[in-house]
Every structure is written in C-alpha cells, then in structure tokens.
C-alpha cells in the first residue's frame, strides 16, 4: 500500500545519485542490460496473467448485466464470488507490475545517465536543474503564501477541528462538494505520513450534488419564458433575486450536516479550478459556480487550487485507480465514466467490498485532502501523488504530529 510508495521513493533517490556521480559510461552500459532483461522477462511473465484476469473479468461483467436491475438473489450470488475470484487472481500480477515499473524507471534512471555522461548530456542536465528548482520554488512561493498567509488557515487548524469542504466542478452536475472534519484530513495526512492502514469510516463524509435543473426550477427559468423575454427589463430584479435565494438555499445544505458544535463555524470551502467553458452533455442544463462561490465566501472561507490528480487517486490508499468497466446494451464492454475502481487488493475499499465509487465524490475528497495537507506541510507541498513538482517524501510539521484528537462523524438530519 503507502510503504511500497515509499520504498520506491527512497529506491529511485538512492539509484539516482549514484549513477550520476560514481559510474562510468562502461559501468553504465553493463547495468542497462541485465535490467533490460529483468523487464523482458517480467512482461512475459505478466502476459498469460493478463489474459487469465481479462477472461475473469469477462465473466463478472456478464453476472453484473443479468443481475442489474432485477432481484435475483442467484445471479447476485454468482457476481459477488466473480469479484472474489478477481480480487484473488489480482495479488500476483499487481505484485510483477511493480517490479515491472521499478525496473523501468532504474533503466530511465540509467539511460538519463548515460546520456549526461558526455559534454552535451551535462550542460543539458544543468538547464534541467535550474528549471526545476525554479518550478519547485515558484510553486512553493505562490501556493504557501495565497493559502496559509491571505487566508490564515494553518493556526484555525491549529486550535480546533473546523468543517473542511472539497468542491470538485462538472458538467453533469454543477458541482459535487463532500465535507468533513479538518482533524480527519489532518489524521490521514498523519497516516499517510507514518506508513499506516488508515481505516474505512463512511460517517466521516457527507456528499451533496447540486445540478442546474434544480436551481432552474427554483428560479422559473423553465417556466414563462416568452413572458419573460417580452418583459425582460421588468423581469430581471426577481430573477435575479430567485436565483440569489436558490443558491443561498443549496450553501447551507452542507451545513446542516455539520456536527452541532461547528455549525456556528466558519467552513473552508476547497474548489477545484476546472471550469466548464464550452462543455456540454446532450440533455443536461448547464450553470457555473461561479455565484455559489460568493455566496459561501460570506459564510466562510473559500481557495481555488489546482485538482492535479484527484480524480485519479483512491481516497482511501493514495494509489492510482482506474474507471470501472460494464456490458452495455450492444454486449460491448464500455467503461463508465462516472465510476472509478481501486485494483488495489490491500486498500480498505476493496476488503471491505466496496471497491467502486463515484469519480466526482472521490475526486472531492482528494481535493479536501491536498489542500490540508499542504496547509499542515512544512514547506507547503501537498502529498507527492498530487504534485506535479515535488518528489521529495512529504513532511508534516510538528504541531500536527502529536497524537491524533478523536474525529465527530458527520451524520445526516
């Protein structure tokens, strides 16, 4: 789980500098070719693996179109034994495509090396150098200073546990926000950190959606609509103020689920910075956030920052997911879009038999988490997998360390 992730950090920091300053070009060569062996060997070993998973696969989405929609406690029987027989058969190939990735980054690592290893290769590994000190500087710069000095969160987090809201924008939906408690993401930051099984509690979240159908109804812009292109001077002042009411009414929707000691709170509200300009889904109105971002500005707190990798990372064990996989009605295999499924058979999803979830709730969550843990990080960078510029190990700083403060679950009205 997290400890492979970080002895594959540590491996690639300590493979790294040694090719780069002890090697020669000979020494070099000698090493790219066992390692050019050991990644032969280990893809044709993953092959027959593959298509012994892909048949299983075949056969859980057959069990999982005859059992959709229907109450056949049978063919529900058959999908949950499939989906144990995968999670079974996923172990060891899961286990080789590690190693398989290891060994092509060490021979990345070693042809980068031997590339630097002449007079061009050097000047060229300089200018890479600088780039990249300027990007992590300019990075450190820019998101330290606008999140925790203009919006002071880092001594908020400091005294107590204050609500914490991921926002993550669509097209479907306007957007999907998830809330929480500060000290939980503080806790799987702190997990994150010290290698630990962080454990699945579903009560820590409330998840809310809010689609542009809705504030149309609430705001009769469905309804009377040549009235209102007849009379559009004499209709705006209430239209306009409709639309302020039905977005006022949806911000404090998450607040009804806060625990009863931080309603009275200020929320931070952590938006993603996609915008949905110029995109469109057959069938569904479109609005942006755009209006709901004032109106909980007067409620709270709101950042925009950048969702690198959000919607590509499991919640849960901070490893890469993919999108689930159905039969559709022609009998193709489709992937859903909207769902996303950890492979991963170590993570706390797929134990407990609820490995798929929703894209957007789950990119909300992540959106929650990097911003915190940038906040409580000693230099302002987030969790590696969801930094573009950072590689280094992520250090948490020493007054979030301490033993964790018990977590109040989120329950619903």
Known sequence: MVSSLQERRNNQASVEPETKLTLSKAQLQERTDPTQATILSLEQQLKPMRKETGAVETERKNHSTSARGRTNSTAYRRLKQTCQKIRSKQNTPIVLQEKLKQARRDRYVLNKAMRDASKKGKVAAEKRKRKRQKRRSQATSSTKAKITEEYMLQP?????????????PGVQTIGLSTSTASAWMIQRIRDFTSNTTTELQRDIYNTWSLRASTVNHHSRSNGHRLRRERAKNAEKEGTEGELNKAY??????ERIHFPPDMISQKAVHFYGHWQSTNSRIRGHARRGLKRLREVQRRKGLVV????YNTSKTCHWCIKAIQLQRYRGKEGKARKCNGAVCCANPSCVSVVNGCST??????????????????????????????SSHYSSNHKLAQQFARKPTPVPLLHGP
Do not use: Q, W
């Open 304 to 307: 925009v920052v950048n969702e």
């Open 156 to 168: 908020l987090f400091e005294k107590n546990s204050i609500p914490v809201c991921g926002v993550n």
């Open 248 to 253: 006022h009414k949806y911000a404090d929707v």
């Open 357 to 386: 979830m929703n894209r957007d709730g789950n990119a909300s969550k992540n959106i929650a988490l990097k911003d915190v843990s940038m906040i409580v990080s000693t230099d302002g960078s987030p969790i590696p997998m969801f």
